[in-house]
């Protein structure tokens, strides 16, 4: 089992299936990406982006972490989004989080799991922030879901507040930020109502798209 031969046969089923579809795909594939959109998800095996937004490689240029978190001391994520806007030109950048995440269940129970809780303390801090809207959900899976919902809005904000992101709405570059929802339970995104193109948008759609979330519990 060192090498997982069963892997390489699928890559060369998945390979010859693609070339006998469109035998020039992976040449042009490999002299140039010009995807439009850069898709900050989490790392959720059950979550694969391409395919879940029906995409091919090179259409989707991707960013994933336990949580879909956007922390402004994480360079990792940062350099993502900044190639991403200042190289690659995207034109739309997509925070999507999903429901029952792992992440976000481990923050709302407080439990030990390791390195991940200082990961993981930037979503208690969500929870925190909203603690109100908690207290009037006593369903623990209820409780998720919100979290799951109120933190893709924050994270969407964290992006907005990025110098990047900042810096090409300044130069009129054609930029929005997206905030997504995946249900593990039917495969469908949700759009939080979340969409902003100019920082002048950020506060009061954020405030509307917390209001609603929170208004549907």
Known sequence: MRILKHLFENN????????????????????????QYLWIGCADS????????????????????????????????LSVIQFAVDVLHVRHIIVCGHYQCGGVKAALQNERHGLVDNWLRHLQDVHKKYQTAFRKLDDPHRQCDLLCELNVIEQVMNVCHTTIVQDAWQRGQSLTVHGWIYGLHNGLLQDLNVCITHLSELNPMLEKAVSHVISSI
């Open 12 to 35: 060369q089923q998945w390979a010859e299936a693609i070339t006998a579809k469109e035998p020039q795909f992976f040449k042009h594939l490999s002299e140039q990406q010009t995807p």
């Open 46 to 77: 059950r979550v694969p982006a391409n395919q879940i937004v029906g995409l091919l490689p090179g259409e989707l240029f991707v960013h994933r972490n336990v949580a879909n978190q956007v922390i402004h001391t994480d360079l990792n994520c």
